[in-house]
C-alpha cells in the first residue's frame, strides 16, 4: 500500500513562514508529478503549486513569489516553503503526488492534509 503523509501546518501571524512536508510510503516503484492542495471554508479544492520529477514548477498566480514546491526523490518527500503567509492563505492543505506502485500502475494519491492557520 501507498500513502501520503503531511506534516508541518499550524497557526502562524501574517506575514510570518510555514514549510510544509510531505512523504510517500509503502510499496513506491516510481513517483512522476507531485503537487499541494488547498480548500479554503467555503470554497473550492485550488491547485497551489505543482512539481514534475525533473523539477519543473507551477504555481497558482495568489502564491507565486511566496511559496517555493521543492522534492526529494530519494526520500520520496515534497516540500511546500511558504513565506510572506496571509490570512486569505488559511486552508487545509493536501498533498497529491502520481505514484506507480511495485508491480501495478500510476493513480492518484492523496494524504489527509494538513491545516494552516494564518491570523491577522
Known amino acids: 500500500q501507498v500513502q501520503l503523509v503531511e506534516s508541518g501546518g499550524g497557526l502562524v501571524q501574517a506575514g510570518g513562514s510555514l514549510r510544509l512536508s510531505c512523504a510517500a510510503s509503502?510499496?513506491?516503484?516510481?513517483?512522476?508529478?507531485m503537487g499541494w492542495y488547498r480548500r479554503a471554508p467555503g470554497k473550492q479544492r485550488e491547485l497551489v503549486a505543482g512539481?514534475?520529477?525533473?523539477?519543473?514548477?507551477n504555481y497558482a498566480d495568489s502564491v507565486k513569489g511566496r511559496f517555493t514546491i521543492s522534492r526529494d526523490n530519494a526520500k520520496n518527500t515534497v516540500y511546500l516553503q511558504m513565506n510572506s503567509l496571509k490570512p486569505e492563505d488559511t486552508a487545509a492543505y493536501y498533498c497529491?503526488?502520481?505514484?506507480?506502485?511495485?508491480?501495478?500502475?500510476?493513480?492518484?494519491?492523496w494524504g489527509k492534509g494538513t491545516l494552516v492557520t494564518v491570523s491577522s
Open positions: 512539481i514534475t520529477r525533473a523539477g519543473r514548477t
Open positions: 509503502g510499496s513506491i516503484f516510481s513517483i512522476n508529478a
Open positions: 497529491n503526488a502520481d505514484i506507480v506502485a511495485r508491480g501495478g500502475y500510476g493513480m492518484d494519491y
